[in-house]
């Protein structure tokens, strides 16, 4: 499973790629708002440091106007990824700027009916969201497996990405599943190093280190 940061913090994004670990990143709105920096300078610097893709969201309503906005964007890197919404508009967009060998994400899917749909229409990325679903009472596991299960099924192309994943049971679920990436926090990606006992042991080893004749 390859791991996608979630976040517009440029600062975050240098310091987990520098684990060698990190596969892409995506973006949306609220993240780049809360850098208080210009839009396209933080996509391109994020650009910059990941090789991997990096989704940036159309925030436009029509077909016509979000295939403007997103060969647009496309322009700012080559690894710039279009995240389009769940929506018709969003879906008739899709096959237009892949053609262009844009790639797409679309974004906001919450059932295995949308991620079906957004597989027909052939985006790059699929993006099911987890945490809200959870919010509101349903079951983000089902959603996990049945949208694994229709891209097996059917054989499509599109790799599906669990967003909006707070926690190391969230992401469990992604792997016994098979999802083919997780967007997650910085904090959680640091989160998956730690374990009590990998502590107590490595402290134990330091201890009897200490006792061995040098």
């Known amino acids: 499973m390859k791991i996608f940061l979630d976040t517009g913090d440029v600062e975050a994004v240098r310091k987990v790629a520098d684990t060698g670990l990190l596969d892409g990143v ?6 780049i708002a809360r850098t208080g920096c210009k839009f396209r300078e933080v996509v391109k610097e994020i650009c ?7 989704s940036v969201e159309a925030l436009s309503e029509t077909t ?14 080559p690894n710039v990824v ?3 919404p769940m929506t018709v508009p969003g879906l008739k967009a899709v096959p237009l700027l892949e053609q262009d060998q844009i ?8 059932s295995a009916t949308q991620a079906f749909l957004a597989m027909k229409a052939g985006a790059s990325f699929v993006s099911i969201v987890l945490s809200r679903l959870d919010a509101v009472g349903n079951e983000s596991e089902i959603l996990v497996q049945d949208a694994a299960a229709i891209r097996d099924n059917y054989a499509f192309d599109s790799e599906i990405i669990a967003g909006s994943v707070k926690t190391q049971n969230h ?3 992604c792997l016994r599943a098979g999802i ?4 997650i926090p ?8 730690q374990h009590p006992l990998t502590d107590a042991g490595l402290a134990q080893f330091a201890k009897d280190w200490q006792k061995v004749p040098k």
């Open 64 to 77: 016509e106007a979000m295939v403007r906005e997103a060969r647009d964007l496309a322009s700012i890197a």
């Open 26 to 31: 995506t973006t949306n709105p609220s993240h």
């Open 48 to 54: 910059g440091i990941v090789d991997g893709p990096v």
């Open 186 to 193: 910085p904090e959680l990606f640091f989160q998956m190093f």
């Open 180 to 183: 083919d990436i997780a967007t």
């Open 82 to 84: 279009i995240k389009i």
């Open 171 to 173: 992401l469990l679920a």
């Open 103 to 110: 790639k797409t994400n679309v974004t906001m899917v919450f």
